[in-house]
């Protein structure tokens, strides 16, 4: 471990992390903060200006609150409008302890659940406010007019997702993100016309800009021009998503990238935890070498889906060859493999364990159709419910299913199998959302802080608006409380800190520019995407991750001496977007890498199979590494120094996760 990184250092007292969490019992921390945060008055918010990098869920959230508030809010987004953010391809749901199902839900038990699930490897403070506030985000939404789900008399519905044993996801069909999404865009469309939030599509960010050790603004390069603009502002605001496609085949958008992180990171901004990157297990089966991107099919299907593979290898070989179809396997030959294993949770257990079940499965010469994949059969609930209320659930998750397979879910089962998802690693930040630099924050799926090791269904869409209309509202006025005495000439864009900001990203573009090779950014990415997944996937191991980090090398050798970017810097250029990312992705590959080897122990998503109990699971060392792990940026080829900020917990009695019982 010493070769790829500085473990050292963590024991100096310059090293040392301060998450500024409040003091008080756990139920009393935020109500506490929020009484005795600064606050900064109506006239003073018109003088301030905030940067919110960002649309989707946790960004437009965000920007339109600041904005009401007062602030003057500059919004970016990479997409032609703010409501193409990727937060609306969420399927599913979104958790909130409402209990209105009186099946015993409370605030207390979802942040249990939601602390259990990540294997007791976050924050416990900031998993306590999340559970609080989410019952004010149903209430915000349906105010808006998001239109969830509903039974027969009218009231808010509600379903199961995995790891839970209560119904708390609220829905609608299977476009909860995109619903939820057009609230907050309509709320952000408010602000736009009300002049609070000035909102520029089609720009990226490029870098971050640091004036006296505090975030000042950033350098856009214009998607569609080839343009460089400068934006100077109080504070900056990264609501960016996750490094996902750093796979490549991921069930993310083209367009989703890790680049905001990492031009943090090189400015002094920690990343954390990135080894816990989520594999979600039912997703459509990759298909072919030519596949850009996976597709995902909701968590909500194993409501009433149920997962098997034939109990018999040859009727996998059969059905794999051709010979058999799933509908000629009986019951008694069908090996419902998660109900079997874990029966207190059947097929709801949570996303890491049942993609590990699935590839154990497949691993052992179960799989279907290519080997590398499972089935998801609904002939039990159309018996038991009928087609019609199976079609009024899932019918566009269905349509979308056939459409991409050609099968009929309805009549034969679907195939999974799991695929790159989310990453509950990312910035580090402290409860206020602020990360190591000042007046640089992050919220949503590109910081760390709500997930441990993994995170449950449904709770990314809470997270994201948790962060954006109910936390970082108060958060930020306690760091702008006294910004307002700082003049915009201190820190406006004809600084010599945007200077070099933006000679920085030039000379980069120029240089990729210049390499004049064979490989197309896409060819580059595909083969660290296969590295990542063979080798830094679902099952990692100390030969493996090492391995990893020395083709990581090679990959990058090529990117910088074969990479062909066709076209002009000067003008609309997705080859050259796609050159930039992947330049990012090949840091935050060797950080991933070297996170998840230093972690010898197996935890949530974080699977080195060197540790592991009797039965295959997840085998935690609690005595030296409950921690999150805060790495610091010393150069892209440089052992990155890595810091710890440790874990207590005060509410939570912590144990081996189960559930079997």
Known sequence: MKDYADI????????QIDSKIPEGPIADKWTNYKAHQKLVNPANKRNLDVIVVGTGLAGASAASTLAELGFNVYNFCIQDSPRRAHSIAAQGGINAAKDYQNDGDSVYRLFYDTVKGGDFRSREANVYRLAEVSNNIIDQCVQQGVPFAREYGGLLANRSFGGAQVSRTFYAKGQTGQQLLLGAYASLNRQIEKGQVRSFNRREMLDVVIIDGRARGIIVRNLVTGELERYAAHAVVLATGGYGRTFFLSTNAMGCNGSAAIQAFRK????????????????????????SKLTLMSESLRNDGRIWVPKKKEDAEAIRAGKKKPTDIPDEDRDFYLERRYPAFGNLCPRDIASRAAKERCDAGFGVGTGNAVYLDFKYAIERLGADVVRDRYGNLFDMYQMISDDNPYETPMMI????HYTMGGIWVDYELQTSVKGLFAIG????SDHGANRLGASALMQGLADGYFVLP???QNYLSDQIKVSRSTFDTKHPEFDEAEKGVRDRIARLMAIKGTKSPDQIHKRLGHIMWDLVGMGRTLQSLVKAIEELKEVRKEFYTDLRIVGSADDLNTELEKALRLEDFLVMARMMAIDALHRNESCGAHFREEYQTADGEAKRDDEHYMYVSC??????????????EPLKYEAIQVQTRNYKS
Do not use: M, R
């Open 268 to 291: 002094g901004a920690y990343l954390s935890n990135l080894a816990f990157t989520q594999i979600h297990p039912t997703c459509i089966p990759v298909h072919g070498e030519d596949q």
């Open 631 to 644: 790495w610091k940026y010393t150069g892209d080829d440089e052992k990155p120094i890595l810091l710890k």
């Open 445 to 448: 799926e590109c910081n760390f």
């Open 417 to 420: 199998f799991p695929a790159s």
């Open 474 to 476: 108060y958060t930020l």
């Open 8 to 15: 050292e250092s963590s024991k100096l007292p310059e090293y």
